[in-house]
């Protein structure tokens, strides 16, 4: 199965989340655990951080701090993912080493989609493409923009907000390469994780299908 998922931890952490992450990444449709956790101490972060680390090198899921480029030294992730006010993508290439991985936030601004292609980074995220519970006040973005985007630049595209089982295909049929999702398997009233995760399937005929 191919790994196009870009996976993105819940507000809060409890004892139970290990046992479920476990489960969902051994469906090995996820490439990224990205860890995102705001209003909490750094020693509070990298403990959670340290745990999750076994379980995403369990399944070979590249685990990504959101936020901080110094995070994600401290815990050694695969890398981290940078928001319009995280600071310069340069900085955090001085902060990390090299081979680590550095995705930045677009929104749906094409202008900011232009100024990240010029810094090289490691992916772009483009959205909020619905309505998110992660991000209610998001503002919407058009699918016209993934093409647009595939026009100017070879960068993998992540595509986010709002994706659940319903919509995802639309956007690998618009060439996204990547979806970032969270609250449809964290957060879901009808739906455990481990059968969440089970209604995202990639099949390479996907995009013609759809």
């Known amino acids: ?42 020693i509070k972060i990298t403990n959670i951080a340290k745990k999750i680390k076994k379980i995403t090198k369990k399944y070979r899921v590249k685990l990504i701090i959101n936020d901080s480029a110094f995070l994600a030294k401290k815990i050694n992730a695969d890398g981290c993912h940078l928001g319009q006010s995280d600071g310069t993508l340069k900085n955090a290439r001085k902060l990390l080493k090299k081979g680590k991985i550095i995705g930045i936030t677009c929104h749906g601004s094409k202008k900011l989609i232009l100024n990240a292609i010029k810094e090289k980074p490691d992916y772009i995220a483009i959205g909020s493409f619905f309505k998110s519970r992660l991000k209610p006040n998001a503002k919407k973005a058009k699918k016209k923009l993934i093409k ?31 979806l970032a999702i969270s609250s449809f398997i964290w957060n879901n009233p009808r739906l455990k994780p481990k059968l969440a995760i089970k209604k995202f399937k990639y099949h390479e005929n996907t995009r013609k299908r759809n």
């Open 148 to 178: 647009w985007s595939k026009q100017k630049t070879n960068l993998p595209i992540v595509a986010i907000g709002g994706i659940d089982n319903k919509n995802y295909k639309n956007l690998i049929k618009s060439g996204v390469n990547y």
């Open 1 to 42: 199965m191919r790994r196009f998922l870009y996976l993105i931890s819940p507000k809060k952490i409890n004892e139970k989340f290990y046992k479920n992450l476990d489960e969902v990444l051994s469906f090995k449709n996820v490439e990224y655990f990205q860890l995102r956790l705001k209003k909490q101490s750094i």
